[in-house]
Structures are given as C-alpha cells and as structure tokens.
C-alpha cells in the first residue's frame, strides 16, 4: 500500500494505491484547489473564483511491472468550476460580438444603475467522466519506500458551459442619450443587447469546447508502507 500526494491542473492531489498482482495497481484520488483572480474580457472586469474538486479511482497497468504504465479510471466527483462577478463602471464600454455598449452612470432620476452581474464556468458537463493517462513510476514500488511518480493524459469531463446574467442599464452611444434598462423586453437597444450577448456567449462556449478533454500533467511523491508481500 502507497500513500503519495501532487499536483496537475486538477489540483492538489492525495492518491493511496495498491497492488492487485505484479502488473496492476488500483489507485484511488482526490483532488482540491481554491484560487481567486480578477481579469478583464472584452471591456468586463472579472472578480473570479476558482473551485477545483475532483475523486475517481483507476487502475494502473505495467506491462514490465516497473517503470512505464498505462492507466485508466473514473471521475465519480467533478466539482470543477468558476464563479464570477462583473461590475462596470458608470461610462465605461464593453464589446459585445463585436457591438461597443456603454455602461450606464447611476442616475436616481430615471432609475439607471451600471450593467453588472453573475457569470459561471462548468467543467463538469458528464458525470461520471472517463480518465485515460499514461506515465513513469510505480507508487507501490518492488522495494524501497519512496517513488516520484508522472503522469500526462486527459479527463473526458464533456463539453464545458459558460452562463451570464446581466442588469442595469446599457448605453449605444458615449453621451449616454441612447440608454435602456437591459431587463425591457420591449426596448430595441435591450433587444439587441441581448441577442449580442447569447451569440457572444456561444463565441466563448466554442473557445473553451477543446476543455471537454481537461489535460492532466502531474508529478508527484509517494511512500510504500510495505504491509503485505508482492
């Protein structure tokens, strides 16, 4: 039995594994990561949150019993996400598939706020999701305790989503007389926003459409405890 622990762009990662017979290993995992980040797309300033959380269990496959293996395996847990908050200031512009509106100034008497809101990434589009990598390294090692074991494949998690929900007000011109509360159904500017918005929304869902194979690159430490013969 191994106890290892590293990290791959599914997070920070603990691992126990153990042997089946000279050729196979069963390996279950865990991964957790929480980062918080601001960046700007298309005009929006973005406060994001990321939240990676991932299980599954595998098994391993050494066709020389050390050195080289084959694995496969299953994400049972796939908690990977993104949540954002977008605020823009009173004035400034944002490009909308390629239409430049103008967040509006708080204004009382009229009601106007600046545009603002909620976004969301998943990476988390099919549950369970298959797990294929290969690597170098055996964590329940033939002898000796410790092993520095890599690891490069992919995570079949399914086609990632981008959703957004916008308020406030939207403006067509820097002067600001062309303004609409974006939540009108009825207003042309509303609409047209809107229809923008959905078509950007699918521009960034194609973007990101290659994450539905999420890549997996990690090195890592294991120790054997040796609690049984191999």
């Known amino acids: 039995m191994a106890v290892g622990t590293g990290i791959s762009p599914l997070g920070i990662g603990i691992e126990v594994s153990t042997n089946l017979s000279r050729h196979l290993n069963l390996r279950g995992y865990g991964n957790v990561f929480r980062y918080n980040t601001t960046f ?24 020389f019993r050390v050195g080289w293996r084959l694995s496969a395996g299953m994400l049972f847990v796939n908690d990977n996400q993104m949540s954002a908050n977008m605020t823009v200031q009173g004035g400034n512009s944002v490009t909308i ?35 294929l990598t290969t690597g170098w390294g055996n964590h ?40 609409t509360n974006i939540a009108d159904p009825k207003n042309p500017i509303s609409q047209k926003f809107h229809s923008d918005l959905q078509a950007q929304i699918h521009k960034w869902n194609d973007d990101i459409s290659v994450l539905q194979a999420y890549p997996i690159i990690s090195i890592g430490v294991a120790y054997n405890f040796q609690l049984r013969s191999k």
Request: glycine share 16%; net charge negative; aromatic share 12%.
């Open 40 to 63: 700007n797309i298309d005009g929006f300033p973005v406060t994001a949150d990321f939240n990676l959380g991932s299980g599954g269990v595998g098994v391993d496959y050494y066709p």
């Open 97 to 131: 598939n390629g239409t430049t509106y103008y967040s509006a100034h708080t204004n009382p008497a009229t009601g106007a706020t600046p545009l603002s809101g909620t976004g969301a990434l998943n990476l988390n589009g099919v549950k369970p999701g298959a797990v």
């Open 140 to 179: 329940v090692q033939r002898s000796g305790h410790w092993a520095f074991p890599f690891e490069i494949g992919a995570a079949f998690v399914g086609t990632p989503s981008i959703a957004i929900n916008l308020g406030g007000w939207a403006c067509t011109d820097p002067a600001q007389t062309q303004c």
